[in-house]
């Protein structure tokens, strides 16, 4: 049991930390985007290259799947973890000593999102390896409870960084270029993220041991083309499923942001404060959502909950942007767009595991979670596509009630995988 507790708590830590990582452009950069950004460029040109910084590490991710699910499935699952969690730490240093645009340029913004990239390479990695091993050391009558606790750390590191930034907007209000904390406030959470790597490295290095021989299988030298040639519908029916969660996801986490600032006009603290009760409601509701699908099942969980995205998800985000935009109405209807946006992540990281068997399972869940992240990646391409059709600021809620159909109908064309026996590639259900 010591090695159970021992991988569940660091397959938390590491998906805490990788989650802090990923959002940190989202909330903290916000205030600060002309430190990087020359002050004459339009708006729609910031906020594309502000969705730049988001989206590259995004694309990012999937890469760092192929790459460190071959080495979890070929050399180990701790070790491949070990080397993805060094390498991001270092990446998100690195980001934190960045000059600004008014000292090279537009190398500023650039050099940003290049980093970005590699960070996503590294955490990519990171989560491919970490989960899986997790989930091999659970016993699977909890693996949903487990799975849940594991990614309710998503949405409660968005809610962390969000409660950080609003401190430091308290004490260091972002008046201007030459402000604190666009001149350097910025960087305290981003050093926060680096020693957070470090800690979780240590963390691995002496609590964590790699699953036994008989839960990770047998090894293949090409693990990525035998997921391919062995398993291209499941992988196929993961990617309809995973696209709509993470469309959902890209609509709540990087676009409400944006439309509570600029079509309800709250303040930056307002913002920041809407979108921390966004993300704790939706920590909250993940262990439940867990439970849940251990009790009926992942298939008929992610069925029922796309279609509550479609009604309930998409039809809180358009009645909180037809309200009257005070902060009150938006904590409201915030607490509903974070309940029935993004429940799917709370047994998602059971699910994904128990669809790919033991010897290709790194690989399997690292491709099939991160692969659909590359065209939700480009929302606000898709966003612009209803200009002229409908307000900006109701866009949004026809993609979110486009992620539930996709969720459903994921799950639908999706086997039950509750029972699976992670040590037995025969049980593991594959799409014929």
């Not at 590699?118 to 009558?141: N, Q, R």
Request: proline share 5%; glycine share 12%.
């Amino acid at each position: 049991m010591a090695k159970v507790r021992a991988a569940v708590r660091g397959g938390t830590l590491a998906y805490f930390v990788d989650q802090f990582d990923i959002y940190l452009p989202i909330v903290v950069l916000a205030p600060a985007t002309i430190y990087f950004q020359s002050v004459h460029l339009s708006a729609s040109t910031t906020a594309m290259l502000s969705s730049l910084v988001f989206a590259s590490t995004l694309i990012g991710r999937p890469l760092g799947a192929v790459i460190f699910g071959h080495f979890a499935d070929t050399v180990g699952r701790k070790r491949t973890t070990l080397v993805a969690v060094g390498g991001f730490g270092v990446t998100t240093l690195a980001i934190a000593c960045l000059p600004g645009h008014e000292t090279i340029g537009t190398w500023s913004i650039g050099l940003l999102i290049a980093l970005r990239f590699i960070d996503g390479i590294f955490l990519g990695g990171e989560y491919t390896t970490a989960v899986p091993l997790a989930m091999e050391w659970s016993p699977k009558h909890k693996r949903g409870l487990y799975a849940s606790i594991i990614t309710s750390t998503s949405p409660a590191a968005y809610a962390v960084i969000a409660g950080v930034t609003l401190l430091m907007l308290q004490l260091l209000p972002a008046a201007g270029l030459d402000s604190s904390y666009v001149q350097w406030g910025w960087r305290v959470p981003f050093v926060i993220g680096a020693l957070l790597a470090a800690v979780l490295f240590r963390y691995y290095l002496t609590q964590v041991h790699e699953p036994p021989g008989e839960l990770t299988g047998e090894r293949h030298k090409l693990p990525l083309v035998r997921l391919l040639k062995r398993y291209p519908k499941s992988l196929a029916q993961v990617f309809v499923l995973m696209t709509g969660v993470w469309l959902a996801t890209n609509m709540e986490a990087a676009v409400t942001p944006g439309q509570l600032k600029e079509h309800l006009e709250l303040s930056s603290e307002g913002v920041t404060l809407t979108m921390l009760v966004i993300n704790a409601s939706a920590a909250v509701s993940y262990p439940f959502f867990g439970l849940l699908s251990q009790r009926i099942g992942r298939r008929r969980f992610y069925i029922g909950y796309g279609l509550a995205v479609l009604v309930v998800g998409s039809g809180s985000y358009s009645l909180l942007m037809l309200s009257d935009g005070g902060l009150g109405t938006a904590l409201g209807w915030g607490v509903m767009i974070g309940v029935f946006t993004v429940g799917t992540f709370g047994p998602i990281a059971a699910y994904l595991t128990e669809r790919f068997p033991a010897s290709i399972r790194s690989t399997g869940y690292g491709v099939g979670y991160s692969l659909a992240l590359i065209a939700p990646a480009f929302y606000q391409f898709y966003l612009q596509q209803f200009d002229g059709v409908m307000s900006a600021h109701m866009a949004p809620g026809v993609l979110i009630a486009l992620a539930g159909a996709l969720i459903s109908l994921g799950g639908f064309l999706g086997p039950e995988t509750k029972d699976v026996d992670m040590a037995d590639d025969r049980t593991i259900p594959a799409l014929s």
